[in-house]
T-cell receptor, first 114, second 115 residues
Framework: AQSVTQPDIHITVSEGASLELRCNYSYGATPYLFWYVQSPGQGLQLLLK??????LVQGIKGFEAEFKRSQSSFNLRKPSVHWSDAAEYFC????????????FGTGTQLKVEL | KAGVTQTPRYLIKTRGQQVTLSCSPISGHRSVSWYQQTPGQGLQFLFEYFSETQRNKGNFPGRFSGRQFSNSRSEMNVSTLELGDSALYLCASSLVTGPRTDTQYFGPGTRLTVL
């Protein structure tokens, strides 16, 4: 069965610093990979997704992610964090034949220090 | 364009009762998926409906059920509520089924508290 691991439960960065959130997946074939963000009291918003092709994916709000097949990773990055980026971030995986079913990681809570 | 709407936003029930949650997808969307979010188990897939048919189902007991109407609105029902059913229930909609074809848009969720 496919699974997603987000090793960091909490991360704190200073505003203006760079950010990298880690995500590792376990799946036999190339999965479809996603990053979502959830602000308090809100639903999930899609930041970016990877299906195939270029392994560096650009998303909204200045985020990007890089798919590395050899490491089974799909890490999320942002060069300069803004205070409004404080939220919880979820990595998710889907697969062919699974319809719209997403398997989520446990999430990383991002705190931004001013 | 209106987003995904979930009603009610908050709900308090007691053990043993049943509850029905509603989700109205974005206009034109035919796929609706449901997720349960708890601090202990995280985000877990419940089921997906597409064109009134259940297409996928997660590992939840039979007390959790759902349906989709011809206008794509969906409801989920939980019978014989347990304390562990307290959670945020999220609904997501997309044009069609299959992750490659379209983005899923999530609603704000229904916060269910079971006392």
């Amino acid at each position: 069965a496919q699974s997603v691991t987000q090793p960091d439960i909490h991360i704190t960065v200073s505003e203006g610093a760079s950010l990298e959130l880690r995500c590792n997946y376990s799946y036999g074939a190339t999965p479809y990979l996603f990053w979502y963000v959830q602000s308090p009291g809100q639903g999930l918003q899609l930041l970016l997704k990877y299906f195939s092709g270029d392994t560096l994916v650009q998303g909204i709000k200045g985020f990007e992610a890089e798919f590395k097949r050899s490491q089974s990773s799909f890490n999320l990055r942002k060069p300069s964090v803004h205070w409004s980026d404080a939220a919880e971030y979820f990595c998710a995986v889907a697969f062919t034949g699974g319809g719209n079913k997403l398997t989520f990681g446990t999430g990383t809570q991002l705190k931004v220090e001013l | 364009k209106a987003g995904v709407t979930q009603t009610p936003r908050y709900l308090i029930k007691t053990r043993g009762q049943q509850v029905t949650l509603s989700c109205s997808p974005i206009s034109g969307h035919r796929s609706v998926s449901w997720y349960q979010q708890t601090p202990g188990q995280g985000l877990q897939f419940l089921f997906e409906y597409f064109s009134e048919t259940q297409r996928n189902k997660g590992n939840f007991p039979g007390r959790f059920s759902g349906r989709q109407f011809s206008n794509s609105r969906s409801e989920m029902n939980v019978s014989t509520l347990e304390l562990g059913d307290s959670a945020l229930y999220l609904c997501a909609s997309s044009l069609v089924t299959g992750p490659r074809t379209d983005t899923q848009y999530f609603g704000p969720g229904t916060r269910l508290t079971v006392l």
